[in-house]
Each structure stands twice: as structure tokens, then as C-alpha cells.
């Protein structure tokens, strides 16, 4: 073993552990609880700081042969999950100080990075189990309501289901084939002995559970709705992510054939239209992004019908610009100290005479997730059509095109609350968090960029 190449390939993990260990250290030798933002912050920049500079470098490595591997593609992926979190972090301030929290949140990210290097199934379960443990702690955290807990163990009921099914699947799939790789897994979706469609399909179902594809989407509004405004921004972005580049990981440049083909089309599909007709129905804003990130889960899945490098474009560029667009609304949300109360759609209402930068911000998010242009979440959504209509599927593609449009009207209520509807006495309360400004910032420079360079994302893959 190498252990430079292991240093190096690993480079951005290992800069989250440090973070991890820096900070456990701190505290222990404080004897008592300290804040830990300034510490995490750093430890981000840093190894989204590697993570690009990998990718520049063009750096290619198996420092674990058949377990893990880094390339030029896998740092860019890296360096997106953690210049997410860059963010998120930021509107942490106001919430939460304690050291477990700053902890707990490198930790899941070190989830995520392991799972977009992961060559084999027991690696992508080690990441995948990395990434959502801490997730159950965090939702429980911030105890802002009396359902926060309740929350919690509906979203560890969620993830326990979704991890049985994921080792059945590689249990099955390793009866099938005597290996573990991924390799395996794409061998197996051209085959039609039982054993391996059955394998298959239980790791995709797996996948499904995680990302909150219907029908296994059942608690995570729940879950979305009792976290506090950070930890569902995390949840939304991150984990959504991580979840996506790890079917990224497993389909490579594999071609699906029937019947994985319906199982990935029609099941994304019902994601859509009832993901956007049940947000249509929610007056919390937070239960509101639940239901729009189980219709975007199901454009995503959506991506995987096509073959070759557009699989890999519209996943990355669609993870990408729909975890922008997440954080920024979230980073300008107005808080107040009932978290319920300034959670309902009705506190918006006049937001744009009370704070029209806010306004216009939450209106850019709303616009760009609907996938209007000249926002990028058109371009992104343009790209997963593309996928779509360049393999043959032109019925599914229409029909999610019919579905996308329904998501329209609720994020149209929003901006109707903002900018037509007058302030009322319950859309008074809240003020701005202290860092909201960086971090909207933060998210609104790539949008633009994205929305007027595409290309320059898309020329890397």
C-alpha cells in the first residue's frame, strides 16, 4: 500500500476527520461545551479547497483497489457536496454552537465523499450508513418542537428499512455473481436470471427509501417538518445528493433494460405528480420542500434512463443547481422564536415591503425549481429530458414534462405571498439570520454563473 497515494486520494476525508477530531479535542480538553462553527467552517474550506485541486490537477487514483477510487470526476462531485454544506453551515450560527452539531454534520459529509469513490457494494454501504447516521442525531438536535423526536424516529425507521433492503439486495446479488463489486451490480441489469433482477431491484428500492421516491416516502415530510431549518436544508441537499451519486456510482455507463427500465421510470413519475399535487396542499414551508424534493427525486432517478456521459451530466448539474437553489431559500427564510408559527406560508405574506432582498432571493430559489427560464433549474431540467428523449423513452418523457408542470402553482404561491399579498400580524415575526447575507451570497454566485455558463460545468465530464 502507498501511503502518499492513500493521502492524497483521500485528501478532502481525511481533512473532514481532522475537522472531526480537531474539534472532539477542543472540547475534551476545554472540559466543558464550546462553540464549534469557526473550526468547521475552516475544516470545509479547506477540503473543498483539496477536492478541487484533485479535480484540476486531474488527479486519477486507487489507493484501495476495487473499493475506492478517485478521479477527475468523483473530486468535482466531491467538491459540490462540500461546497454545499459551506453554506449550510453558515446558517447554523444562530441555531446551533455546541460541538456535536459542527461533528455530526462532517461526519455525515464524510458519508457523502465516501460514496461518490466507492467501487464496491460494501464501501457504497459504509458510506451510505455514515452519511445517515449522524442525520437521525440532528433531526433530534435542535428540539425546537414537541415532534421533533417523533420525527427522529420516523426518519430512523426510514433509513433502517431502506439499509435491510440494501443488504438483501447485495446478498442476493452476490449469491448471483461471487462478487461485491459494482461491476457486478451493472452486470446484473442485463440479465434475466431471477437472482439477479431480484438483487437489483432491492438495492434500486433501497436507493428509492433513501431519496423518498413513492411510495417509501411516507415520513419524510415528517421528518423535513420537525428538523430545524439547517438540518432539513442538509437533509434536502446533501443527503439527496449523496443518495443520487451513489446510484451514479452503481449505474456507471451501464445500459438499463426492461423491466429496470419501468421500475425507474414509473415509480419517479408518480414521485412527480404526487410530490408537486401534495405540496400544492401544505401551508408549512419546510413540509412544502419535503414534497418538492420527493418530485425532484423523481426527475433525478428520472436521469438514469439514459446512457454514456449525459447520465453522468444531468445528475451532477441537477444535484448541483437544485442544492443551490435549496440552501438559498432556506438561508434567507425569515426565523422568529416559534418555530411553527414562522414555519407557515402565511408569515411570508408582504415579505417584500418588509425585506425585498429576501424576497427576491426566496423568488429566484421558487422560479429556478420550478425550471423556468433563464434559471438554471431549466437548464438542468432540459438536460434530464435530453437524457430521457436520447434514450428512446419519448412517452416517459412527455409525460414528466406534463408532471414537472403541476410543480408551477406552489412555488407561484410563494411568490404570490411575497410580492401581492399585504403583511398581516403573523407574517410580522422573525428577523434575518446573522450570517444569512454570506450565505445567500454564497449560493447566488454559482446560479448565475450557471445559469449564463452551463457549460463551464458541463464541459468537465
Known amino acids: 500500500m502507498n501511503w502518499h497515494e492513500v493521502v492524497k486520494a483521500m485528501l478532502p476525508e481525511h481533512l473532514l476527520l481532522l475537522g472531526m477530531v480537531v474539534l472532539l479535542t477542543l472540547e475534551i480538553v476545554r472540559g466543558r461545551p464550546r462553540d464549534g462553527f469557526a473550526v ?6 479547506a477540503a473543498a479547497a483539496a477536492a478541487l485541486t484533485l479535480h484540476a490537477e486531474s488527479y486519477a487514483g486507487a489507493p484501495f483497489s476495487g473499493h475506492f477510487s478517485v478521479g477527475p470526476d468523483a473530486s468535482l462531485a466531491k ?7 459551506l453554506p449550510v453551515v453558515l446558517i447554523s450560527r444562530d441555531d446551533f454552537a455546541e460541538t456535536r452539531y459542527y461533528v455530526l454534520l462532517l461526519a455525515s459529509l464524510y458519508g457523502a465523499c465516501l460514496l461518490v469513490s466507492a467501487d464496491s457494494l460494501p464501501t457504497l454501504f459504509l458510506g451510505i450508513e455514515l452519511m445517515s447516521l449522524p442525520v437521525y442525531a440532528l433531526v433530534l438536535l435542535a428540539q425546537l418542537r414537541a415532534d421533533s423526536a417523533e420525527a427522529a424516529l420516523k426518519y430512523l425507521v426510514l433509513g433502517g428499512t431502506a439499509t435491510a433492503t440494501f443488504l438483501m439486495g447485495v446478498a442476493l446479488l452476490y449469491g448471483w455473481s461471487g462478487s461485491l463489486s459494482n461491476a457486478a451490480f451493472a452486470a446484473a441489469l442485463g440479465s434475466t436470471d431471477t437472482l439477479a433482477v431480484a438483487g437489483v ?9 433513501k431519496a423518498a421516491i413513492v411510495p417509501f416516502h411516507g415520513w419524510a415530510p415528517d421528518a423535513y417538518e420537525g428538523a430545524s431549518v439547517p438540518v432539513t436544508a442538509f437533509m434536502a441537499t446533501i443527503i439527496k445528493a449523496g443518495v443520487l451519486f451513489a446510484a451514479l456510482r452503481l449505474f456507471g455507463a451501464a445500459l438499463v433494460t426492461r423491466p429496470l427500465v419501468d421500475v425507474l421510470a414509473v415509480l419517479p413519475l408518480v414521485s412527480m405528480i404526487w410530490g408537486n399535487l401534495a405540496a400544492i396542499r401544505q401551508t408549512s414551508f419546510r413540509r412544502m420542500i419535503a414534497y418538492s424534493s420527493i418530485a425532484h427525486a423523481g426527475y433525478l432517478f428520472y436521469a438514469l434512463l439514459g446512457a454514456g456521459p449525459g447520465r453522468a451530466q444531468a445528475v451532477i448539474f441537477y444535484v448541483v443547481v437544485y442544492g443551490i437553489m435549496n440552501v438559498l431559500a432556506f438561508a434567507v427564510l425569515p426565523r422568529g422564536a416559534d418555530d411553527e408559527r414562522s414555519d407557515r406560508l402565511e408569515s411570508l405574506q408582504g415579505l417584500f415591503q418588509r425585506r425585498p432582498f429576501a424576497a427576491i432571493m426566496l423568488g429566484v430559489s421558487m422560479l429556478s425549481l420550478a425550471g423556468l427560464p433563464p434559471l438554471p433549474g431549466f437548464v438542468a431540467k432540459f438536460l434530464v429530458f435530453r437524457n430521457v428523449l436520447a434514450a428512446g423513452y419519448t412517452g416517459y418523457a412527455v409525460l414528466g414534462l406534463l408532471a414537472s408542470y403541476l ?23 422573525g428577523h434575518p439570520r446573522r450570517l444569512a447575507l454570506a450565505a445567500s451570497l454564497l449560493c447566488l454566485a454559482p446560479a448565475i454563473a450557471l445559469a449564463f455558463f452551463p457549460g463551464w460545468l458541463l464541459d468537465r465530464f
Not at 438495492?203 to 428509492?208: D, P
Open 407 to 429: 410543480g408551477i402553482y406552489f412555488y407561484l404561491r410563494v411568490i404570490q405571498y411575497m410580492f401581492m399579498n399585504p403583511a398581516t400580524a403573523d407574517s410580522s415575526v
Open 79 to 85: 467538491f459540490a457536496l462540500i461546497a454545499l454544506a
Open 40 to 45: 468547521a467552517f475552516l475544516t470545509l474550506v
Open 201 to 209: 431491484v432491492l438495492v434500486v428500492a433501497s436507493l428509492f427509501v
